[in-house]
Structures are given as C-alpha cells and as structure tokens.
C-alpha cells in the first residue's frame, strides 16, 4: 500500500459521509438538482415527483456505501436525538428483496411519538406524530444507515422537538432584519441567517474507574467524593500536553467528524485536569445544532473505543471547574456581510449600531428567556459558581465600544479621545475590533469583534433553545425598529434618535467589569436585573405574558407549545433530582454504610486487642470515635434524604416539585454527602468501596 493510501488526506475525506452538495450535482438531473437548491434556499417545498428521484439518488448513494437501513434523525424534548431504523429492502417475490426509498419516505415519516415527552400536548389516544424532512441539513451516513435530518410535530401540527422552533426562529429574524438592510439602501442581499459555533467541553475518565462507580454511570456525576490532595491548582492542564491516549481519541474523533462534513477545528486540554475541549468552525444556527447533536454522540462512542468514559455532565466533579458550552452567535446576509462586523465606512457603522442595539435591548428586555435556556439540574452546579457566569445576564462590549456608545447617547464626538476619533454617522468607527476586545471571561454575554458568546449554557445542553430564543428576541427588536423606522420622513434623524433612547433605556444590562465578584450580583440587583439563581427559579418565566406574546407573534411558538416544554422541563429537573437522590440513598445503604462500618469494626477490635496486651490505643480509639460519629451523622443524613425524596414524590403540581426537589432533596443531599466525604477521608483506601478522586481525574 503506498504511504498515500494509508494516510489519505482530510480534503480527499472531508465530507465522505454527506449527501452534500457537490455528491447532490453529480448525481442529480440537472432540473432536479436546482430544485433542491432552491427548496435549500428559500424553504420551497418538494414536488412529489423530484423528491423520488432525490431519495432514489441517496439511496443508491448510501447502499454504495455500505448503508442497509435509513432513518429520520430528529430532537425530542429528552435533549438527545433519537433514530428508528427502517431497512431500504421491500419484498421483490421469490423470496428475494429489491433496495427500495421513496420521495414520500425521505420527506415525512411517522415514528410512534407516544413515549417521547410532550407535556400534556398530545394525549396517548392520538399518538402519531410524524418526523419532516429538514433539506436545509444534509442527509449523512452513520453507522450504516443513512440519517435524514428532520423536524418533528404532532398529528395536529404542534411542536414535539427542538428543531422546528430553531428552523421558525431563523425565518423570522431572516424577514426582520432584511427589513433593517433595505432601511440601509441594501438590495443585493436576499437572505440573512445566525451562524453559531459552539465550544463543547467535556471530560475523558478512564472506563475501568467508571465502571466501578454507579454514580457515575446513573446519573453522570459522581454524588460522592472527597477532593483529590491535587487539584486544579497548580493550572497545568489547560492547554498542556495532551496525554497519548487521549490525542489517539481526538484523532479518530477528528477524523469521524470531518467525514460528516463537520468543521472540528480547535482542541485543547481545559482548565480542570482530565477536562477538554472542541471549537468546531461556525456554521448557519441550524446545522451547528445537527453537528453539536453528533460531536457529542460521537465523543460518547469513540472514547469507548479508546477504554475511556466522556462525561458531558456540567459538573461531574465537585471542587474543579464543570463543563460549559460557549454558543458564539452571529448574523450574516448572503450578500458576503457579518452584520456584527463594525464596517469601515460610516454607512455601515450605522447599520452595525443598529443591529448591535437591537440585541442590547433584546436581551435586557428578555434576559430571563436567555437564562432559562441555560437551566437545568446539572448547569445550576455552574453558575455563579465562579467557574461559569453568575445566573445574572448582563452583556460586555468592551472599553473601546462602551466609549463609541457613550458618545452616541451624549451626542459628543470623540475627537478628544486620540485613539478614537470619529463623529458618529460621518466617520468611520475607529478600529476598535477583534484583538482590541479584551477577552472578559466572566460576562455572560459577551461580544468578541465581530460575534456574541453566550457562556452561560451547559456542556449536555442542546444548543437549539438557546438559539430559538436568540434569533426571535433580536427579530423582535428589529421588527420594532423598523415599524418606527419605515415610516420616517428623514431616516438618519430617525435613525440616531431611536438609537440613542435605546441606549438610555437599556445600557442598564451593559456591565463590562468583573462578572464573579459579589459587588456585581449587588450591582445587578440595584439596576433591577434579574438573579435567576436556579432552573426552579427560571422556567416558570416561560409563560411570562410578555414571552408568550412573542413567541405568538411571531409563530415560534403557541401557547400550549410553550406552557408544554416548561412543564416538560421542570418535569425533567425532578427526575434527574430524583434519580440521583435515589443513587446516593442505593450507594450509602449498600456500599458506604457497610464499608464505614466494617472498617469501624476492625478499628475497634485492634483496640480492644491493644488494651488487652497493655498497649497503647490511644490513636484507635479516637478514631473509632470519629468513624463512629460520621457514621451515625451520616445515617441520620440518610434517613432525613429518604424522608424528603418520599414527600417530593407526592407532590402532584409540576412546580411545586421541583421547588421540592430543590429546596428539600438537593440540600439534604449536599448533607449526606458531606459526611460521606469525610468518611472517605478517615477510611483506609482498601475498605472505603468507590475508586476516589485521584484514580478519576489523573489516571487516564
Ligand atoms: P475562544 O475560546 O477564545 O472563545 P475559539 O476560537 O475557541 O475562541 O472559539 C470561537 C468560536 O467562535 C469558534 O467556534 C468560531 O468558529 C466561532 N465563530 C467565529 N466567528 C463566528 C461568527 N461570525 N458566528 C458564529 N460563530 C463564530
Ligand atoms: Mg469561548
């Protein structure tokens, strides 16, 4: 074999494994292959006819490629994506079989949605749901079967899964902010979308370790544990060598990726030891949702191949940093512009300002929205914890654009300041972007030259909602601006005017200081921000009226749709509460309590037998003394978890759960761990039965 063929290169690879466009032009009927692009395009739905060819060009393409079966890859509400195979073959007489996919297979499907959650949307008795194919994402192959990515609704059309509400969201931010461009005298671009690249952390232990821990294994987490001798103190890990097993696990990640025609581009050891991360290259809102889907399904089976165990829990550790995903988030037209790239002419100063105000007031009008989209059991462990921002949103812009605004709004120019001379709206922006915005890594939301990051999400979480919510709120503004605006007689004036009561009104969430001391939570607090400090705290605004007047107008969602994603939501935060204090009550009665005991055992009988001889025992009996009371503590510890977790349960109003589950169980675990911890601490590392801390974050 030549040094060629076993190394082929990532360009002749890149993509193998996508129905993309260049496999769709090779393959099409010329006729047929412009009608995609513009159903790809502009949201045209799919001729019957054209669409049997299409499905008959894909599966010749994925049997070529050793695919067997097909299936529609969409997002329930469980936050991963689900699959249900059906094989290509149909029955050809003589007991043989023909490969078989129609148009009207590829477009619609229609998977048993009954056990997929829906909050009270659709009654069991009307189960069917069907699955639509999304043409804006390309079909892939994974595991010898061809993946069509869909959206996912109820028989009466409502909303099942994560998906559709992003798809809607991108239309209507699409239509507003085209509405802004023409404002701007633009008339070559005819489309405008978000583009997001999310940074995926994540954490690689070893699979012999995992396996011996049912904490892990249940929930995710370890529920117990007492810190490691070492750290995350010494900050050696965080863009440090990176160990060879866990660069042969990147690799083939890497490669798997790119085959699925996913940009992977940067990865790094992270702060915490045995924690890292993944930067793919953005792409539009809707195919980085499908590609960080996949990157984390991909992390989670290839680390299995390379004996290891990724965690995408946010916080698998107590006492070192948890994992985050940072949403970078952007608007584009199709006419080659980044809308958040403060241009060199003064015209597009203007057209930056505006869109950069109309996220400013966006998110401070609807900040409990952004917050909530980051809420979950695991992401509460994050914020405000210092390692992630505080649960309140506030937006960075930097110095240098700070200074831009507040001349804007005090109608000075800034031909004092040397480095930043300028008259708004008749030069251009001085160069401030990109190096100059120094990297404030407590803001929530942050802006970095030309982008947002949005870093309060959770490394498990899908990034879609997030997204929903970022696109429909900046659609909402833009619609307000530019009712005001088109109606103007003198549009510059206009223009400045509203720009400048925006800044009034709204620069209260603008906080460009340190976002995890304690005088910004007060700060925050003064200017009336909202500190929604857990996922019990935050879904409930949901339904704000203000909310749902939203999302209503602009068809991202119904009421019902949303009232039943809060209820799914909350739902799932008690269960996940549930499931991890039923663990912690497992692990204590049938590991930790006997272990404790037994080595307690064992102390005292050394110190009997010392007495007995005349020998000293001092040192036995005060520790028997203090495995004794641990013990005791940590059975009434126990017990008292037990009690409340057996009164969250009855609770039959979904809110007043989880604020049970919240206030009562998640405190009393933090109990019974502590005494668990302090157990593992004074037994020997023979008797104590859960691999520790060390063995988890150094031994791999
Ligand atoms: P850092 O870790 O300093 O935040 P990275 O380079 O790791 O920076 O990540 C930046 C992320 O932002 C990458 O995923 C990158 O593709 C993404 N990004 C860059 N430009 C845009 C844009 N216009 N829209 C969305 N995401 C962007
Ligand atoms: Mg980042």
Known sequence: ??????????SEYFGCNVFNDTVMRERLPKDIYKSVMKTKQFGIALESDV????????????????????THWFQPMTGITAEKHDAFITPAGDGKVILDFSGKELIKGEPD??????????????????????????????????????????????????????????????????????????TTATRVYTTVGPEQEYFLVDKKTYDQREDLILTGRTLFGAMSPKGQEMEDHYFGNIKQRVSDFMKELDSELWKLGIYAKTKHNEVAPAQHELAP?????????????????????????????????EKPFAGVNGSGKHNNWSISSNDGQNLLDPGDTPLHNMQFLTF????????????????????????????????????????????????????????????????????????????????????NRTSPF?????????????????????????NTIVAQELCEFADKLEKADDFDKALKELLIQTIKEHKAIIFNGNGYSDEWLQEAERRGLPNLVSTVDALPHYMDPKNIAMFEKFHVYTQEEIASRTEILLENYSKVINIEAMTMLDMTKKKLLPAAMKYGKK????????????????????LAADLDSNTAKMYEAMQALETKVNAAKEITDVLECAKAYRNQVFSAMGDLRSYADQLELLVSAEDWPLPPYSELLFNV
Request: aromatic share 6%; glycine share 6%; proline share 3%.
């Open 1 to 10: 074999m030549s040094e060629q063929a076993k190394h082929p290169s990532v």
């Open 51 to 70: 669409a049997d060819v299409v499905a008959n060009a894909m599966k010749d393409w994925a049997v070529e490629k050793g695919a067997t079966h097909y």
């Open 113 to 186: 949605a009954s056990s997929f959650p829906s909050g009270g949307l659709r009654a069991t008795f009307e189960a069917r749901g069907y699955t639509a194919w999304d043409p804006t994402s390309n079909a892939f192959i994974k595991d010898n079967t061809l993946c069509i990515p869909t959206a996912f609704c109820s028989y009466t059309g409502q909303i099942l899964d994560k998906k559709t509400p992003l798809l809607r969201s991108m239309e209507v931010v699409n239509e507003q902010a085209l509405r802004i461009l023409r404002l701007f005298g633009n």
């Open 281 to 313: 290259i953005f792409t539009t809102s809707n195919i980085a949702a499908d590609h960080n889907q996949l990157t984390m399904e991909l992390m989670k089976k290839i680390a299995l191949k390379h004996g290891l165990v990724c965690l995408l829990h």
């Open 356 to 439: 950069l105000c109309a996220i400013i007031k966006g998110v401070h009008e609807y900040a409990p929205l952004l917050r909530l989209s980051a809420a979950s059991a695991g992401n509460d462990h994050r914020l405000g914890a210092n390692e992630a921002p505080p649960a309140v949103v506030s937006i960075f812009i930097g110095d240098d654009l700070q200074k831009v605004l507040d001349a804007l709004e005090n109608g000075t120019n800034m031909k004092t300041d040397k480095d930043l001379e300028f008259v708004i709206g008749v030069d251009a922006l001085p160069n401030f972007r990109k190096d100059a915005t120094d990297r």
């Open 446 to 470: 942050a802006f970095t030259g030309n982008k947002f990051e949005f870093r309060m999400l959770g490394s498990a979480d899908s990034i879609s909602c997030t997204n929903t919510i970022m």
């Open 603 to 622: 102390i005292c009988d050394t110190a009997i037998a010392k007495k007995e001889l005349g020998l000293d025992a001092s040192a036995e009996t005060k």
